[in-house]
């Protein structure tokens, strides 16, 4: 089977972002995404505004990522889609799609871990980039999870250590949130963060035991420090916003960094990778490419349009389910908590 060309269907729902990709083996012939601006106004996803969007975007999403990708629906051979885990309206959507379109053109239907869809990312073939050899941890950072995985095959994960609370891509938005900056927050804490004295503020890190993280009192560390100061200064955020972003991004990689090394160590592995869309963090990635020289690890680092959700991610995790000849029946519903 593994010499036979095939070609999938990949749907992504999981949040607000509507995606549909079309792989052939591992290359990716279209990755398309439909983004939902109606939630800015409210400061974050709002579950049945992103429902309903997803069902407006998924028909169009499918239908330009099929013929950007140059094929025909009869040239598919199955549908992978997000089962979970994520917003349950919104896995739904995607899930009740590619029962529809199994159903008509009467082929399989794969559903995927969204989780594991940001592992497997890196297995999608893109010229100039290697991909990791197994065994090789991963530190899958998002607004919904944040993890330390151990990839020991391509369906073959274990997390080794995840969030106690909040993830750190929440952390990021929530901060920003604080110092008055729009949804979605994190980008635009990057962005200042370039222009700002990252240790010119301290903020508090959480000890927790082994390898799991905390970001929840760091929020509120951040929240009582900046009450504080703007009893004191009214302008104090303004005056002090680059700085206030340097300090805040610092502390949360600090947090991630510190697990990630202790695991390196334990597991004594130098392979390490980083997914989910807080890797597309600039801040992130120079950390990354720092440690790996003074620890001689190997590092993987996504293209920036597999980062966030997309449904090339979705696409090759069906494909290694297809090789092994895993398939869903019209039986399967989505999740909203499913296990990694």
Not at 146 to 169: F, N, P, R, S, W
Not at 270 to 284: D, P, R, T, Y
């Given at each position: 089977?593994?010499?036979?060309?095939?070609?999938?269907?990949?749907?992504?729902?999981?949040?607000?972002?509507?995606?549909?990709?079309?792989?052939?083996?591992?290359?990716?012939?279209?990755?398309?995404?439909?983004?939902?601006?109606?939630?800015?106004?409210?400061?974050?996803?709002?579950?049945?505004?992103?429902?309903?969007?997803?069902?407006?975007?998924?028909?169009?999403?499918?239908?330009?990522?099929?013929?950007?990708?140059?094929?025909?629906?009869?040239?598919?051979?199955?549908?992978?889609?997000?089962?979970?885990?994520?917003?349950?309206?919104?896995?739904?959507?995607?899930?009740?799609?590619?029962?529809?379109?199994?159903?008509?053109m009467n082929i399989p239907m794969i559903d995927c871990n969204h989780m594991h869809g940001h592992v497997l990312a890196h297995f999608i073939d893109d010229e100039g980039k290697d991909k990791p050899e197994f065994p090789f941890l991963c530190l899958t950072v998002s607004g919904?999870?944040?993890?330390?995985?151990?990839?020991?095959?391509?369906?073959?994960?274990?997390?080794?250590?995840?969030?106690?609370?909040?993830?750190?891509?929440?952390?990021?938005?929530?901060?920003?949130?604080?110092?008055?900056?729009?949804?979605?927050?994190?980008?635009?804490?990057?962005?200042?963060?370039?222009?700002?004295?990252?240790?010119?503020?301290?903020?508090?890190?959480?000890?927790?035991?082994?390898?799991?993280?905390?970001?929840?009192?760091?929020?509120?560390?951040?929240?009582?420090?900046?009450?504080?100061?703007?009893?004191?200064?009214?302008?104090?955020?303004?005056?002090?916003?680059?700085?206030?972003?340097?300090?805040?991004?610092?502390?949360?990689?600090?947090?991630?960094?510190?697990?990630?090394?202790?695991?390196?160590?334990?597991?004594?592995?130098?392979?390490?990778?980083?997914?989910?869309?807080?890797?597309?963090?600039?801040?992130?990635?120079?950390?990354?490419?720092?440690?790996?020289?003074?620890?001689?690890?190997?590092?993987?680092?996504?293209?920036?349009?597999?980062?966030?959700?997309?449904?090339?991610?979705?696409?090759?995790?069906?494909?290694?389910?297809?090789?092994?000849?895993?398939?869903?029946?019209?039986?399967?519903?989505?999740?909203?908590?499913?296990?990694?």
């Amino acid at each position: 089977m593994k010499d036979k060309e095939i070609i999938i269907l990949g749907i992504e729902s999981s949040c607000d972002d509507t995606s549909a990709a079309v792989l052939r083996n591992e290359e990716i012939l279209s990755n398309e995404i439909a983004g939902q601006r109606v939630h800015q106004e409210y400061g974050g996803v709002v579950p049945e505004l992103a429902s309903r969007a997803h069902q407006q975007n998924i028909i169009p999403v499918v239908d330009t990522a099929i013929k950007k990708a140059g094929i025909k629906k009869e040239d598919i051979d199955a549908i992978a889609f997000t089962r979970g885990p994520g917003l349950l309206g919104s896995l739904i959507v995607g899930t009740s799609f590619a029962k529809s379109f199994a159903l008509g053109m009467n082929i399989p239907m794969i559903d995927c871990n969204h989780m594991h869809g940001h592992v497997l990312a890196h297995f999608i073939d893109d010229e100039g980039k290697d991909k990791p050899e197994f065994p090789f941890l991963c530190l899958t950072v998002s607004g919904g999870h944040t993890q330390i995985v151990l990839v020991k095959d391509y369906l073959d994960m274990e997390v080794i250590g995840t969030t106690i609370d909040d993830a750190a891509g929440e952390a990021f938005d929530k901060s920003a949130k604080i110092l008055g900056l729009p949804y979605p927050g994190g980008p635009l804490i990057d962005k200042y963060a370039k222009l700002g004295d990252e240790n010119k503020f301290e903020f508090a890190k959480p000890q927790v035991k082994d390898l799991d993280y905390s970001f929840s009192g760091l929020k509120t560390s951040i929240l009582y420090f900046i009450q504080k100061q703007e009893k004191e200064k009214p302008n104090f955020v303004e005056e002090n916003m680059n700085d206030l972003c340097a300090s805040i991004q610092k502390t949360i990689l600090d947090i991630l960094f510190k697990k990630l090394i202790k695991a390196a160590k334990e597991q004594n592995i130098k392979s390490i990778a980083i997914a989910g869309g807080v890797s597309a963090n600039s801040g992130l990635r120079t950390r990354l490419e720092e440690e790996a020289k003074k620890r001689q690890w190997k590092t993987f680092i996504p293209k920036f349009e597999y980062c966030t959700d997309n449904a090339a991610m979705i696409a090759i995790t069906g494909r290694y389910h297809y090789l092994r000849g895993e398939f869903a029946d019209q039986k399967i519903a989505a999740t909203a908590r499913l296990i990694f």
